[in-house]
């Protein structure tokens, strides 16, 4: 079956940084994508990645490793407003997106 | 203006009702999504479609309908609203010319009593 995994909620301190981790199954695989979320918001893209590696884009950057089914968000810098849910979304075969449940993201002053 | 809009944005109805929630978008992409968001459960699937005469059921299609009416338009329709189809509603849309990235309307908060 297909299956994304990530943590439930996280908690980080204003100023520092935090890795979100995401497991993901799918039938096939055609990239990963991490989105926003602030509560009762619509999703908003961050991040996606097809090959291996570490994409950087500002404060925000994502890993990818096809081989181990793994993918992470890192957040540096973490300000007041980067709480939010982090939601790790796989790709498959029919170009169709499988959603983990979100990653509470709570920042401490 | 918004690129991916949603009506109504909030909706309180009853059990039996006949209900449809409409999405309207201007970017111009050929695919579109409607998913429901619960509490501790992520997004969930319902409909897609790939074109206008296309129509796909998602995970959760039991208990709801859809029309494509134009390459712009894709409505949600609950035949008879239940209760535990309370949830956030989204309407997203895709490109495949875009890395298939989605892209979401506002939602709509639907709660049936």
């Known amino acids: 079956g297909q299956n994304i995994d990530q943590p439930t909620e996280m908690t980080a301190t204003e100023g520092a940084i935090v890795q979100i981790n995401c497991t993901y199954q799918?039938?096939?695989?055609?990239?990963l994508f991490w989105y926003q979320q602030h509560a009762g918001e619509a999703p908003t893209f961050l991040s996606y990645?097809?090959l291996d590696g570490l994409e950087e884009k500002g404060r925000f950057s994502s890993f990818l490793s096809r081989s181990k089914g793994y993918s992470y968000l890192l957040l540096k810098e973490l300000q007041m407003k980067d709480s939010a849910s982090y939601l790790c979304?796989?790709?498959?075969?029919?170009?169709?997106?499988?959603w983990g449940a979100g990653t509470k993201l709570i920042i401490k002053p | 203006d918004a690129d991916v809009t949603q009506t109504p944005r909030n909706r309180i109805t009853k059990t039996g009702k006949r209900i449809m929630l409409e999405c309207s978008q201007t970017?111009?992409?050929?695919?579109m999504y409607w998913y429901r968001q619960d509490p501790g459960l992520g997004l969930r699937l319902i409909y897609y479609s790939f074109d206008v005469k296309d129509i796909n059921k998602g995970e959760i299609s039991d208990g709801y309908s859809v029309s494509r009416q134009a390459q712009a338009k894709f409505s949600l329709s609950l035949e008879s609203a239940i209760p535990n189809q309370t949830a956030l509603y989204f309407c997203?849309?895709?490109?495949?010319?875009?890395?298939?990235?989605?892209?979401f309307g506002p939602g709509t908060r639907l709660t049936v009593l």
């Open positions: 799918t039938s096939g695989f055609n990239g």
């Open positions: 997203a849309t895709s490109d495949l010319r875009e890395v298939n990235e989605q892209f």
């Open positions: 990645n097809v």
């Open positions: 979304a796989g790709m498959d075969s029919n170009y169709q997106l499988i």
């Open positions: 970017k111009g992409h050929d695919r």
